[in-house]
C-alpha cells in the first residue's frame, strides 16, 4: 500500500488554542495520485563554443503556453474569493497541484472514467459542506482553474454512473463486444492504454473504475481483474491506489467527525459567553424603562 504523508488540518481560526490531531490523510503531489513531475525536453540546437569542448546545448519544453502551479491556484482563489473552512481548504489546495501535475503532463488526455473518479473523490470528500450551493461553486472554480469544463465532468460522471447502474458482472466487463457511448469511451480507453495512443493512467482513474464496480454491484474480486484485462490497465496498480482511497475515506470520517466536535465545543463556548452579555442588555433595558417613568 501507498505511504500516506501527514497533513494537519489546522485551527478554524487564529484564537484557536488547539489543533485538530495530525492525519496522514494525502499523500505529497508526486505519490498519492502517481504524479511524476519531471518535464519532457528535445533539442533544438547544438552549439560549439570556440574551440572548447565544451557544446551549448539549447532545449526547449516540449509542453508549450503550460501555467505555473501558482497561476493554477490563484485562478482557483480569484474564481472562489469566499474563505472555505481550513478542513476543505488545505485538501483543495494539495488536489489542485496533484492535478495540474497530471493536467499538464504531454501523454494527458481528457476521458470520463478520469472525470468521474475525481467527481466521486470530491463529492465524498464535500459531503456535509455547509452549503450545496457553494459546493457546487466550488466545484466550477476549481475544474476551471485548470482550463477545463466542469459541467463536462459533471455530464461524463452521470452519463458512466447511470450506464453502470444497468451493468452486471458480466456486461460491464464484456463493453468490447457491445455497441453505445460509454461502450465506445471504454474501447478508446482500452486502445490508447494498449499503445494505440496517449493515455496517462492516474489514481483518479483507478477510483473511476472502482465507482463503476460498485454501481453495477460487481463484488466478486474477479471482475476488477477482468476489468483490467479488458482496459489493459495495470491491475496491480489500481488495487495499490484503491487501498489509498480507501484508507482516505477512512481519515477523512474521522477528520470530519472531529471538525463537528470541535463546532459544537466553540458553539457551546459562544452561547454561554453570550448568556450574560443577555442578562446585563436585559438589565440595562429595564434601567432605562425605570429611568425614562422618572
Request: proline share 3%; hydrophobic share 35%.
Amino acid at each position: 500500500m501507498a505511504a500516506l504523508s501527514s497533513l494537519s488540518f489546522s485551527a478554524m481560526n487564529s484564537q484557536r488554542k488547539s489543533t485538530l490531531p495530525s492525519t496522514r490523510f494525502l499523500a505529497s503531489s508526486s505519490d498519492i495520485f502517481g504524479i511524476r513531475t519531471d518535464s519532457s525536453y528535445h533539442c533544438v540546437g547544438v552549439r560549439a563554443a570556440n574551440s572548447a569542448t565544451k557544446m551549448v546545448v539549447q532545449c526547449m519544453s516540449s509542453v508549450t503556453d503550460v501555467p505555473s502551479v501558482s497561476e493554477t491556484k490563484l485562478n482557483f482563489l480569484k474564481a472562489y474569493k469566499r474563505p472555505i473552512p481550513s478542513i476543505y481548504n488545505n485538501v483543495l489546495q494539495e488536489l489542485i497541484v496533484q492535478q495540474h501535475l497530471m493536467r499538464y503532463k504531454t501523454s494527458y488526455r481528457y476521458d470520463p472514467v478520469f472525470a468521474l473518479g475525481f467527481v466521486t473523490i470530491y463529492d465524498k470528500f464535500m459531503e456535509g459542506y455547509s452549503s450545496e450551493e457553494d459546493r457546487e461553486t466550488i466545484f466550477k472554480a476549481y475544474i476551471n482553474a485548470l482550463k477545463e469544463d466542469p459541467e463536462q465532468y459533471r455530464i461524463d460522471a452521470k452519463k458512466l454512473e447511470e450506464w453502470a447502474r444497468a451493468q452486471n458482472s458480466s456486461s460491464l466487463v464484456n463493453f468490447s463486444s457491445k455497441e453505445g457511448e460509454v461502450e465506445g469511451i471504454l474501447k478508446d480507453i482500452a486502445e490508447r492504454a494498449g499503445g494505440k495512443g496517449d493515455f496517462s493512467y492516474s489514481r483518479f482513474f483507478a477510483v473511476g473504475l472502482f465507482r463503476l464496480l460498485e454501481l453495477a454491484n460487481a463484488t466478486e474480486p474477479t471482475v476488477l481483474d477482468k476489468l483490467c484485462a479488458a482496459l489493459n490497465i495495470n491491475k496491480k496498480s489500481v488495487d495499490r491506489d484503491l487501498d489509498v482511497y480507501r484508507m482516505l475515506l477512512s481519515k477523512l470520517v474521522q477528520a470530519k467527525e472531529l471538525l463537528r466536535e470541535y463546532i459544537d465545543r466553540e458553539k457551546k463556548k459562544s452561547e454561554e459567553r453570550a448568556e450574560p452579555q443577555k442578562a446585563n442588555g436585559a438589565v440595562s433595558k429595564c434601567l432605562g424603562q425605570q429611568l425614562s417613568v422618572l
